[in-house]
C-alpha cells in the first residue's frame, strides 16, 4: 500500500501532503525532512526508488516539483510510478497543462483529485475521464450551492430594505 | 486559475510566498494563527463561508510545517454541516490534520455514520473516503456491516462502491474480524464478476488483502482471477478509457497476478494452463518501447507476471526464460528496469536454485556496484551477498573490498559487515580470512564493528597455523604511518598472544615490537589503553631472559597508569605491575589465551537483526535457514549452570601441568586468591565483552564465586563440559564431549523418517539421508564441521549385521573448519533379520578424542514396502496361509497405550499399510506390506491386530506371510515398536488392567460381508 504521498518544491517546500499510515505530528515532519533531503538531493538520470527505513520512496520530478508516493518494501514499484504519472495527468487536464503555482493556490482542489484517485493508499480509479466527471460534478455541487446562498441573501437583503 | 471565491486565503498564501526569509514567513503564519484563533473564540459570528476559509488556512499553514495545536474542533464540526460545500471541506481537512488515533474524530463517528447509510450519495463518497483514508479500529466496530452493505447493494452506483470497496480494506486492515461473515468469501468472488473497472480495481485490492491474510476461505475466486486477467491481456471489453498508455489497465492486472501470488498453488488443469498461457504471452511480449510511461507500465506487468511464475514453480522452461529476462534487464541502461532485475534477481534466489544461471551474471552484477546511483548500488550489494558461495566467495569479498574506499557513508557499515559475514561463511582458507579482515578495518575502520574484530581474534586464536601468520601481518599494518584505532586494537592483542614466535625474525624481538606498538599509545583513545597494557604485559612476560631495559621501561608505565581515572586502565596497570613482579608465576597466569569456546558468530546474529530493517532480508534468511537444516550453522552454546558472564570470568588460563582436576581447582583459587589481595572491588570489565574479560584476568567481585563454580562444574562433570574445557586443560578424558540431544529418540525418529540428525556434539553434526528401493538402500551421511577449526583423525566404519551387505566411501580424515562431508553408504539387504548396523565413528578436536558408536537406521521397516490390498486378493491369501510358522499368533501384553488412529498412524509410519474396512470389528486393524530382501526377493507379509479397548496394554496380533523367517522378524519387529515406542502419556495405573487372557472378541460370521468373512476365516 501506499503509506504517504508528498509534493515537494525543488527549494523543499511542502505541496501536498497525505499520509494513509497514521504517523504523528513529530514523525510527519521528520519524514517529509529525511525523504526531501534524499531525494532532491538525487541527480537527473537515477532510478525513481529510494531506499528508506525499510520502506521504499518511488518519486518523480515535473518540472519544479517532485512528487512522491511511499511503500512496501514488496509492493509493485513501476506501477507506483505510473500512479504519479496518472495523477500529474488529470492535474493537468483539470488545470490545463499544471504549473506549481496551480497547485499553492488552489492545494484544496489537489487534495480533492488526490480523494479520487487513492483511498486507504489503493488506487481507486484509473480511468482518467470518470475522475474529470466526478470533479466536475463536485465542482458544480459547490457553485450551486454558492448561486443559492446569494440568491438567498439577495431576497434577505431585498426584504430587509 | 484563481481560487473561487475565496479571497482571503488567496491573499494569504500570497503573503507568504512574498516573504523574503524564514522569520518573515514565521511572523505572518503567527500573524494568522492569531486571527484564526480569535476568529474561531467568537464563532457565533462566523458564517460557513468564513469558517471554510479559516479551516482551509490552517490546513495550509499546517502544510508549511508549523505546529497548528487548535481549530481541530472546528474541521471536524464542519463534517456535520448540513450543506455539501461545508461538509465536503469539513471531511477532507479533517483527514489531512489528524490521524487515526485523534480523540476529536470520536465525535464525528455518528455523524459519519449517518452519512453513510443516509440516501444523499455525494455525502456516502465523502464520509467513505475519510474512513477509508483515516478510519481506525472504532470506526471498523461500528461501521463495517454498513460498508460491507453499500458494497455489494445492486441500487448503488459504481461511485459509491469502488469507495465502499477500499474502505472496507482500511477497516478490515484495522480490524480483521469485522469482514469474517458468513457467506463474505461467495460475496467477494461475486465481486470479481464486476464490469466497472473502478469497482473491480478496488475490489481487486480488498481481495489482495483478505487472501493475504487467509487463501483457504477463497478459493472460488481463484479461476476469476484467471478469468479477469485473460479478458485484460487479450484486450477483450475493455472500454478505451481504462486502456493506459495502449495498456488494458495495468494496474488492475498487477493486483489481480498479486492475489494469485498468495494462493500456494494452482490445481485445476484447465485454469492453470490458461494462466499460463497468459504469463507466457506477457513474458514473452513486453518490449522495450521509447514512451516512458508505457514503458513503465507494460513493465510493471511483466515483474509481477515474474513474481507469479516464481511464485508457481513453473515448469523450468519458464523459470529459465525469467532468469534469461533478468540477465538481459540488469544490463539495459533505464535505471528502473536495472534496478528490478537486481531486486528481482535477489529474490529469485531465494525460491528456485538458479543459483549457477545467476553467476553467469556475476561481472555484470558488480559493474552494477560502481553503478552511479545508490539505490541500484544497495541492490547490487544484496545480490552479490545472496548469490555468494565458496566458489565465488574470494571474487566477491574482494569487490566489496574495493569499493568499500569508495562507497559513501551511508552503505559503509552495511558493506564492512557484509563482508565480514561472507568471508567468515566462505573462506576457502583461514589466511585469506584473516587479511580480509584487517584491509577491512585498515579500509573502513570507523565502520568496522567491535563484533567483526573480535571475531577474527577468536579464529586465530583457535587456529593454531594461523598466529604467526596474523602476526605478521599485524605488524604490517603497524608499519604503516597512520592507522585506525581498531587496527591498533586488533595488532596489539595479536602481536601480545602471538607475537612470541616470530621472536627469531628480524625487526619481531620483543624490544621491537614494543617500540611499534608504544608508539601508538598517545594517539589512542582509554578504550584501547587496557588493551595495549595487556599486550606489554605479554611481551614482558615472553621476554626470557628478562630484559632490564625493556622491563624498566614497561613498569614505568604501569606506574603511570597505576592512578590513572579510567578505572578499566588503572586496574590493569595495578595488576600488572604486582603480577609481573611476581617472576615465575607470571609465565603461567599471562600464558596464551586457551581456545575461545564455538560460538555463533556474533557477527551472523547482528546481520540477522539488522536484516529485519534492511532489504531482501527474506532471501538471505531463507538462504540462512536453509544453510541451518543443512546442519552447519553454529548453535549458541548456552551454559547449563552459572552465568554467562562468569563463564567470561572464569575463563583464567591455568598451568597445562596440572593433570588432576582437584589440583587444578586448588590453584585456580590461589590464582585468584593472589589477585584478590591485589584487588578485588572494581566491577567486572564489560566494556569489550568477553573477548578481554579473560586477559584483564580478575576475580569477579566476590572471589569464592570462581572457585565453586569451578567445582560445580567438576562435580557435575559433563553437562557443561565445554564452559569447562575452558577451565580445565582438555582433553583429559575420552569423551569429554557430550552429546546434544538424546541418541537414541534420535535414532528411533530416523527409523520412522529418511533424514534427520543422527548426531550432534558441540564439535560435529552429523545428518543423514536414505533412499530405500526394494532390498536396496542408498545412505548419505553429512558429516558438519561446527567449528572454526578442524576436526582431525576423523574415522568412520561400518560394522553390519551378518543380514546386510554395507559400503561405505571413503572418509576424509580431516574436516575442514565449518566445511560438511558427504558420505555415502550403499546397503543390500540380504536376508530377513532385526539385527541393526552400527556407525563407530571417532574424531580428534585438539586434544579431545572423541568416540561414538551410532545405530544406524537401516532396520527391518526400511525394506518393507506399502501395498494397498483388496479384500479379493486379502482373503485367499490370508486362507492359504494357514498355521505356524507362515502364520504367527502372539498376546503382547506391557504394550503402550495408543488409541487405534494413533496405531494405525505408527503402522503407516512404520510402512505397514493399513486397510481400513476389512475387518469388521471397530478395534482390530489390518495392514499390509511387502518385504524386500535378496533371498526372499518380494514377499507379502498381512497383519491383523485385535484390540481391546478395555485394555490398551495388551493385544493379538496375527502376521503371516510366504516365507518363515519374515513373519517370525515382522512380529517381533511390529512387537519390538509397540512396546517400545515412547507413550505420549505415562501408562495406565495397573488397577485398570483387566483379568489376564481377557478372550477376544469375535464376531458371528456372516459371509455376506467381506470383513465379516475374514473375521469368521480368523
Request: proline share 6%; hydrophobic share 40%.
Amino acid at each position: 500500500m501506499i503509506h504517504f504521498v508528498l509534493l515537494i518544491s525543488r527549494q523543499g517546500k511542502v505541496r501536498l501532503t497525505k499520509w494513509y499510515s497514521p504517523y504523528t505530528q513529530k514523525e510527519r515532519s521528520k519524514v517529509i525532512r529525511e525523504l526531501s533531503g534524499m531525494i532532491l538531493n538525487r541527480g537527473p538520470k537515477l532510478c525513481n526508488f529510494v531506499e528508506w527505513r525499510g520502506l521504499k520512496a518511488v518519486y518523480k520530478r515535473y518540472a519544479s516539483l517532485y512528487f512522491c508516493m511511499c511503500i512496501d518494501q514488496d509492493d509493485n514499484e513501476l506501477e507506483v510510478l505510473e500512479c504519479i504519472h496518472h495523477f500529474v495527468e488529470i492535474l493537468d487536464r483539470y488545470f490545463g497543462s499544471v504549473c506549481e503555482l496551480d497547485l499553492i493556490f488552489n492545494f484544496h482542489k489537489a487534495y480533492y483529485i488526490l480523494d479520487e484517485l487513492l483511498i486507504a493508499g489503493e488506487l481507486q480509479e484509473s480511468s482518467k475521464k470518470t475522475v474529470a466527471r466526478l470533479i466536475a460534478a463536485q465542482d458544480s455541487l459547490v457553485e450551486t450551492a454558492k448561486e443559492q446562498a446569494s440568491s438567498i441573501s439577495n431576497i434577505i437583503a431585498q426584504a430587509t430594505k | 486559475m484563481a481560487l473561487s471565491g475565496m479571497r482571503g486565503l488567496s491573499v494569504f498564501i500570497s503573503d507568504i510566498r512574498n516573504c523574503q526569509n524564514k522569520e518573515q514567513e514565521r511572523l505572518r503564519v503567527d500573524k494568522e494563527l492569531g486571527n484564526v484563533r480569535t476568529r474561531f473564540k467568537n464563532e457565533k459570528g462566523l458564517t460557513p463561508y468564513e469558517k471554510k476559509k479559516y479551516v482551509w488556512k490552517m490546513l495550509y499553514i499546517y502544510m508549511l510545517g508549523y505546529d497548528v495545536d487548535f481549530g481541530h474542533m472546528e474541521a471536524v464540526s464542519l463534517i456535520s454541516a448540513p450543506k455539501y460545500p461545508e461538509k465536503q471541506v469539513g471531511y477532507i481537512v479533517t483527514s489531512c490534520l489528524l490521524n487515526e488515533n485523534h480523540d476529536f474524530l470520536r465525535l464525528a463517528i455518528n455523524t459519519v455514520r449517518t452519512d453513510i447509510i443516509g440516501r444523499n450519495e455525494t455525502f456516502q463518497c465523502l464520509a467513505l473516503t475519510m474512513v477509508g483514508n483515516i478510519g481506525g479500529r472504532e470506526f471498523a466496530e461500528s461501521l463495517a456491516p454498513d460498508v460491507q452493505k453499500l458494497l455489494i447493494s445492486s441500487s448503488c452506483r459504481p461511485l459509491v462502491r469502488k469507495k465502499a470497496a477500499l474502505c472496507l480494506l482500511r477497516l478490515y486492515r484495522k480490524n480483521p474480524d469485522v469482514v469474517n461473515v458468513d457467506g463474505w468469501a461467495d460475496r467477494m468472488a461475486q465481486l470479481l464478476d464486476e464490469r466497472d473497472l473502478g469497482v473491480l480495481t478496488s475490489s481487486m485490492s480488498l481481495l489482495v488483502a483478505l487472501v493475504s491474510n487467509d487463501h483457504d476461505s477463497y478459493w472460488s475466486c481463484l479461476p476469476k482471477c484467471v478469468k479477469i486477467l485473460k479478458h485484460l491481456a487479450r484486450n477483450q471489453d475493455i472500454p478505451q478509457e481504462y486502456t493506459y498508455y495502449g495498456i488494458p489497465s495495468p494496474w488492475l492486472q498487477v493486483k489481480t497476478m498479486r492475489a494469485l501470488q498468495y494462493f500456494p498453488t494452482i490445481e485445476d488443469p484447465t485454469t492453470r494452463r490458461s494462466l499460463f498461457e497468459v504469463l507466457q504471452r506477457i513474458l514473452m511480449g513486453t518490449d522495450v518501447v521509447k514512451n516512458v510511461n508505457k514503458n513503465n507500465a507494460s513493465h510493471a506487468v511483466l515483474f509481477e507476471a515474474l513474481a507469479l511464475v516464481m511464485h508457481l514453480d513453473a515448469e523450468k522452461e519458464m523459470m529459465s526464460q525469467c532468469v534469461a529476462l533478468l540477465g538481459k534487464f540488469i544490463a539495459v541502461r533505464e535505471p528502473n528496469i536495472r534496478y528490478l532485475g537486481l531486486e528481482n534477481m535477489t529474490r529469485m534466489l531465494m525460491v528456485t536454485d538458479v543459483q549457477d544461471i545467476i553467476k553467469r551474471h556475476q561481472a555484470q552484477i558488480i559493474t552494477s556496484l560502481k553503478d552511479p546511483d545508490i539505490s541500484i548500488r544497495r541492490r547490487a550489494l544484496d545480490l552479490l551477498y545472496g548469490m555468494c558461495d565458496v566458489s565465488n566467495a574470494k571474487d566477491i569479498v574482494e569487490e566489496l573490498l574495493q569499493y568499500l574506499s569508495t562507497a559513501e557513508f551511508a552503505m559503509r557499515e552495511e558493506l564492512s559487515l557484509k563482508a565480514a559475514i561472507l568471508a567468515e561463511k566462505f573462506a576457502p582458507d583461514l589466511s585469506w580470512y584473516v587479511d580480509v579482515i584487517l584491509q577491512l578495518i585498515d579500509k573502513a575502520g570507523d565502520f568496522v564493528s567491535d563484533d567483526i574484530w573480535f571475531r577474527v581474534v577468536q579464529f586465530v586464536t583457535n587456529n593454531e597455523d594461523l598466529q604467526s601468520y596474523a602476526a605478521i601481518k599485524a605488524r604490517e599494518y603497524l608499519d604503516k604511518p597512520a592507522i585506525h584505532e581498531t587496527m591498533v586494537k586488533v595488532s596489539a592483542y595479536l602481536l601480545g598472544e602471538f607475537g612470541h614466535l616470530l621472536a627469531r625474525r628480524p625487526g619481531y624481538s620483543a624490544k621491537e615490537l614494543f617500540k611499534i606498538i608504544h608508539e601508538k599509545l598517545p594517539a589512542v583513545s582509554t578504550s584501547t589503553i587496557p588493551i595495549l597494557l595487556s599486550t606489554y604485559a605479554k611481551i614482558l612476560m615472553h621476554t626470557q631472559p628478562p630484559d632490564q631495559e625493556l622491563q624498566n621501561q614497561i613498569w614505568g608505565i604501569f606506574n603511570k597508569y597505576e592512578s590513572c581515572i579510567d578505572v578499566e586502565i588503572q586496574q590493569r596497570a595495578v595488576e600488572y605491575l604486582a603480577l609481573s613482579k611476581k617472576g615465575a608465576a607470571l609465565v603461567d597466569i599471562l600464558a596464551e589465551m586457551p581456545k575461545f569456546p564455538e560460538r555463533q558468530s556474533a557477527l551472523i546474529k547482528k546481520a540477522e537483526d539488522t536484516e529485519a530493517d534492511t532489504a531482501e532480508q527474506s532471501a538471505i534468511k531463507l538462504r540462512a535457514q536453509q544453510q541451518s537444516s543443512n546442519a552447519l550453522v553454529l548453535t549458541d552454546q548456552r551454559p547449563v549452570n552459572g552465568t554467562p558472564s562468569s563463564n567470561q570470568l572464569t575463563l583464567v588460563k591455568v598451568p597445562t601441568t596440572s593433570s588432576y582436576p582437584d589440583s587444578t581447582d586448588q590453584e585456580l583459587s590461589q590464582t585468584n586468591g593472589t589477585l584478590n589481595k591485589v584487588d578485588s572491588s572494581f566491577p567486572a570489565p564489560d566494556l569489550l565483552g568477553d573477548l578481554l574479560g579473560p586477559l584483564a584476568i580478575e576475580g569477579p567481585p566476590s572471589f569464592t564465586a570462581p572457585a565453586s563454580q569451578n567445582m560445580t562444574a567438576e562435580v557435575d562433570g559433563f553437562p557443561n563440559a565445554v564452559e569447562a574445557g575452558a577451565i580445565v586443560p582438555v582433553g583429559k578424558q575420552a569423551n569429554s564431549v557430550q552429546p546434544i540431544g538424546n541418541i537414541s529418540e534420535r535414532f528411533l525418529a530416523l527409523c520412522m523418517k529418511d533424514s534427520g540428525v543422527l548426531y550432534e556434539d558441540p564439535y560435529i553434526q552429523i545428518g543423514i539421508k536414505a533412499e530405500w528401493r526394494a532390498h536396496l538402500g542408498r545412505l548419505v551421511l553429512f558429516l558438519g564441521n561446527k567449528n572454526t577449526s578442524p576436526l582431525v583423525s576423523v574415522k568412520a566404519t561400518i560394522l553390519p549385521p551378518s543380514n546386510l551387505k554395507m559400503e561405505l566411501s571413503l572418509v576424509p580424515e580431516t574436516i575442514p573448519p565449518r566445511a560438511q562431508v558427504q558420505c555415502p553408504l550403499e546397503i543390500i539387504n540380504l536376508h530377513p533379520s532385526r539385527d541393526v548396523a552400527v556407525l563407530d565413528f571417532s574424531y580428534k578436536f585438539g586434544n579431545d578424542l572423541v568416540n561414538v558408536k551410532l545405530r544406524l537406521p537401516a532396520v527391518f521397516n526400511k525394506f518393507l514396502q506399502p501395498i494397498s490390498i483388496s479384500a479379493e486378493e486379502f482373503f485367499p491369501q490370508w486362507r492359504s496361509l494357514s498355521g505356524p510358522p507362515l502364520k504367527l499368533q502372539e498376546v503382547v501384553r506391557g504394550v503402550k497405550p495408543l488409541l487405534l488412529l494413533e496405531m494405525a498412524n505408527l503402522f503407516n509410519s512404520l510402512r505397514l499399510m493399513v486397510c481400513p474396512g476389512l475387518d469388521p470389528n471397530p478395534n482390530n486393524l489390518v495392514a499390509s506390506t511387502t518385504f524386500y530382501s535378496e533371498s526372499t526377493q518380494a514377499m507379502l507379509c498381512l497383519v491383523r491386530i485385535e484390540t481391546d479397548p478395555a485394555d490398551r496394554t495388551q493385544l493379538r496380533m496375527t502376521v503371516a506371510s510366504g516365507d518363515p523367517t519374515v513373519t517370525f522378524e515382522l512380529k517381533e519387529f511390529i512387537k519390538e515398536q509397540l512396546i517400545s515406542i515412547p507413550a505420549p502419556q505415562p501408562p495406565t495405573p495397573p488397577s485398570a488392567a483387566p483379568p489376564v487372557g481377557h478372550p477376544m472378541v469375535t464376531t458371528p460370521p456372516a459371509f455376506t460381508d467381506p470383513g465379516a468373512m475374514l473375521a469368521g476365516l480368523l
